[in-house]
Nanobody, 120 residues
Framework: VQLQAYGGGLVQPGGSRRLSCAVS????????MGWYRQAPGKQRELVARISSGDSTNYGVAVKGRFTISRDNAKNTVYLQMNNLKPEDTAVYYCNVDGRPSRWEGGRDYWGQGTQVTVSS
């Protein structure tokens, strides 16, 4: 199972950016999909996650500005980021909680990370 994240880059303060993360390979089912981020010198923190039933929760710092969504047919999760601030600068990692097969329990999968830099 591989997670490939797209969409990072340089954006000006107040701007928008959309991240995508596609899950490929053999996976039986996916429960939660989400995004975490890690800024230099800081711990990794939750940005947003979404359940298989489309329930969402967000980190306090991004609530009201970011929106997470998923396309189950494409095994893809998206993160729409609006009104970006310099403090949003970080490496963004996608995360999936899924079952590799019907005989196995859930486990975490991580993408390689994509850099988002908010700067003028």
């Amino acid at each position: 199972v591989q997670l490939q994240a797209y969409g990072g880059g340089l954006v000006q303060p107040g701007g928008s950016r959309r991240l995508s993360c596609a899950v490929s390979g053999s996976i039986f089912s996916i429960n939660f999909m989400g995004w975490y981020r890690q800024a230099p010198g800081k711990q990794r923190e939750l940005v947003a996650r979404i359940s298989s039933g489309d329930s969402t929760n967000y980190g306090v710092a991004v609530k009201g500005r970011f929106t997470i969504s998923r396309d189950n047919a494409k095994n893809t999760v998206y993160l729409q980021m609006n009104n970006l601030k310099p403090e949003d600068t970080a490496v963004y990692y996608c995360n999936v909680d899924g079952r590799p097969s019907r005989w196995e329990g859930g486990r975490d999968y991580w993408g390689q990370g994509t850099q988002v830099t908010v700067s003028s």
